[in-house]
């Protein structure tokens, strides 16, 4: 059974930085993509980025072009979202999520396990 645990949100000030983790366990995590989502009170869970299993590829919404970074470490089964100047706009609940098999995937149905979430809020 594939289980995913994120950390690394909390609050930050306009501006600032965070950094979230994603330790996946179970499965082959180097054949997985893997991909960033959030969720802002009120809204529908959106796609943030995603990562190819080697790394190679990536790519993002238009809203975290430039900002945000994503990235993984297949020997530590774990990946990375760099969020850089963060706008209030930003805030919401971080999830990682594993899409098993198939072509990259920019929406929830694409992707088969999902963490329980991390928090992010930004203040203005």
């Known amino acids: 059974q594939v289980q995913l645990v994120e950390s690394g949100g909390g609050l930050v000030q306009a501006g600032g930085s965070l950094r979230l983790s994603c330790a996946a366990s179970?499965?082959?995590?180097?054949?997985?993509?893997m991909g960033w989502f959030r969720q802002a009170p009120g809204k529908e869970r959106e796609f943030v980025a995603f990562i190819s299993g080697s790394g190679g590829t990536t790519y993002y919404a238009d809203s975290v072009k430039g900002r945000f970074t994503i990235s993984r470490d297949n020997d530590k089964n774990t990946v990375y979202l760099q969020m850089n100047s963060l706008k209030p706009e930003d805030a919401a609940v971080y999830y990682c999520a594993i899409r098993k098999s198939g072509r990259f995937g920019v929406r929830v149905p694409d992707y088969d396990y999902w963490g329980q979430g991390t928090q992010v809020t930004v203040s203005s």
């Open positions: 179970g499965g082959t995590f180097s054949t997985y993509v």
